[in-house]
T-cell receptor
């Protein structure tokens, strides 16, 4: 069964500190992996997308890494800000592309709280 | 502004009542999705539509119904058959195909049972 697991479930850090969130998946075959940021009570917003041939992708203070061999990804947040407080969701696509409807497997998310 | 809108933001349902959640997009995307989000769980697919007048059941379609009469609209009805409807409902549309396909999400509707 295709699954995406994320750790930790929740994380509290002080403003200005760095942190790393983890994503492990059993999705196969693998097409691409995305990280989304979801503010409380809002819809998710895409941060990064990586295909199986990419091992790192940055978006400002967010850097995602991918190890397709071990089926692991991480999201590193540098110099955290209060506005980084949100849930971060890892999403993996199991199909090699095409017009499939059920081609997104969502992780449960990591809840990050940044304190002043 | 281009994007996806959902309404209402909060919706209250009485026992035995059907309620409809609205989802509209002006991104000209063909594919649209409805997801349910519960605390501690990943988004679960309720229904999806690849094109107008066509839609397919997702993993948890029981107790829900949809229509896709227009490209820009994909309303979701939560019927009385759905015994545990309290959740956050997210609508999404998809841009592109293949490795660069991306979903765009609406702001969500929180459904509560009275």
């Amino acid at each position: 069964k295709n699954q995406v697991e994320q750790s930790p479930q929740s994380l509290i850090i002080l403003e200005g500190k760095n942190c790393t969130l983890q994503c492990n998946y059993t999705v196969s075959p693998f097409s691409n992996l995305r990280w989304y940021k979801q503010d409380t009570g809002r819809g998710p917003v895409s941060l990064t997308i990586m295909t199986f041939s990419e091992n790192t992708k940055s978006n400002g203070r967010y850097t995602a890494t991918l190890d397709a061999d071990t089926k692991q990804s991480s999201l590193h947040i540098t110099a955290s800000q209060l506005s980084d407080s949100a849930s971060y969701i890892c999403v993996v696509s199991p199909y090699p592309g095409g017009n499939y409807g059920q081609n997104f497997v969502f992780g449960p998310g990591t809840r990050l709280s940044v304190l002043p | 502004d281009g994007g996806i809108t959902q309404s209402p933001k909060y919706l209250f349902r009485k026992e035995g009542q059907n309620v409809t959640l609205s989802c509209e997009q002006n991104l000209n995307h063909d594919a649209m999705y409805w997801y349910r989000q519960d605390p501690g769980q990943g988004l679960r697919l309720i229904y999806y539509s690849q094109i107008v007048n066509d839609f397919q059941k997702g993993d948890i379609a029981e107790g829900y119904s949809v229509s896709r009469e227009k490209k820009e609209s994909f309303p979701l009805t939560v019927t009385s058959a759905q015994k545990n409807p309290t959740a956050f409902y997210l609508c999404a549309s998809r841009k592109g195909t293949g490795n660069r396909e991306t979903q765009y999400f609406g702001p969500g509707t929180r459904l509560l049972v009275l």
